[in-house]
């Protein structure tokens, strides 16, 4: 009798250990899947209008940077293996690069280059959903590995936030790594890897900022094998300062406040040698203005071009300016009440091209409009750290 009536003692602690248990992998699961809201997605707005290129002048200089190559960190595992840190620096300073970032997988790669900027891509899941850390404090080494829901994608970006000067989305519509849905509803970032010699995301980076991201460009050869010529000078990032000796702080204040643009080289030079790629560098023709005057949005570039192009909302085209018999050396645009940002595509005759940041409206004067911030949802925000 008294074994019997012990029993139901015992059948109760064993529930109430799978309740604890079960509440335990329920607090692990909300640990490492929190649920984000959607970030806010309008238009631009406001009475005035942030100009990236204000401060341009002729008193100033553009310099050349890939912040996209891989080296042998990783050995055998990874595509990148045949190029030590020595080969991708003596390449690219041949071609006449002043900054060049290795953005070895998960592994900030020091190097001699002056200056030194750390950064790694992030990343190992199975639809390229990468990120690069461009001025990387430390390597955060927490992924998704299968198709990332927008949660988990935030989650991510907001680690990698935490670590880093300026966060860049690489390749985003390469493989889906980024869908628009993402674009319209992520935040956090800094940057957008419009041109990579893989995939050009410029319809995505239309709908970014039709949703009110102001997400600067940025263009990267993501070279795995620097002894391929088709690997080498494809897609940079010009970027523009005023100072004889440049600090990594300049440069991330110069890529976050979008002094800089994106260079998409021409594919018939893809195979040219490092002299010819170097000469086609030094003769293609620098951003020389950006000004807003009278309403009018004025470019104006230290040599010809074939076409001007002008975008805005939704990536709808507003306006082409084009002569390719003698070819043109300034465009202009009449903004208007309906543009919420407008950005400018510039076509050369060989088929090179430079793509602008955009001017956007926003609510205070020559402050450029910030990024939302991400929220939690109620039940997964008080599990935060």
Known sequence: ???????????????????????????????????????????????????????????????????????????????????????????????????????????????????????????????KTHQGSIGAHDVYHGDYILPQTRSQKQHILNKLKERTQVLVLHHPDWMGGYSPRDMRFL??????????????????????LSSGKPAMIVGGDDAHNVFKQTDLARDLTLIYTVSDTVKPDDIYRALISGAAYGVEVTRMLSRASVVEKRR???????????????????????????????????????????????????????????DAYVRVKIAFSDSSHIYLNPVMRTVEKDMKPSMPASQKRWLFSIFDK
């Open 280 to 338: 086609n560098l030094d003769s293609l023709p620098l951003l020389q203005s950006c000004k807003i005057s009278n309403d009018s949005l004025i470019v104006t570039l230290t040599g010809k071009a074939g076409e001007f192009r002008f975008t805005g909302q939704d990536g709808k085209i507003l306006k082409q300016v084009s002569d390719t018999v003698t070819g043109i050396h300034t465009a202009a645009y009449l903004l208007s009440q309906d």
């Open 1 to 127: 009798m008294r074994y019997l009536c012990r029993m139901p003692k015992r059948h109760n602690r064993k529930k109430w250990w799978i309740i604890a248990g079960a509440l335990w992998v329920l607090i692990l699961l909300i640990r490492m899947m929190p649920l984000y809201k959607p970030a806010p997605s309008a238009p631009f707005s406001g009475p005035y209008w942030y100009n990236p290129y204000r401060e341009v002048s002729t008193e100033g200089r553009w310099l050349r940077a890939n912040f996209h190559a891989h080296s042998n960190a990783w050995g055998l595992f990874t595509n990148g293996r045949k190029n030590t840190v020595k080969d991708i620096l003596s390449k690219y300073d041949s071609l006449g690069y002043d900054i060049t970032g290795i953005s070895d997988y998960q592994h900030i790669t020091q190097t001699p280059a002056t200056p030194y900027i750390p950064v790694y891509e992030h990343g190992y899941n199975i639809l």
């Open 187 to 208: 935040t956090g970032y800094d940057c957008f890897e419009v041109l990579n010699d893989f995939w050009n995301s410029e319809d995505l980076w239309d709908v970014a």
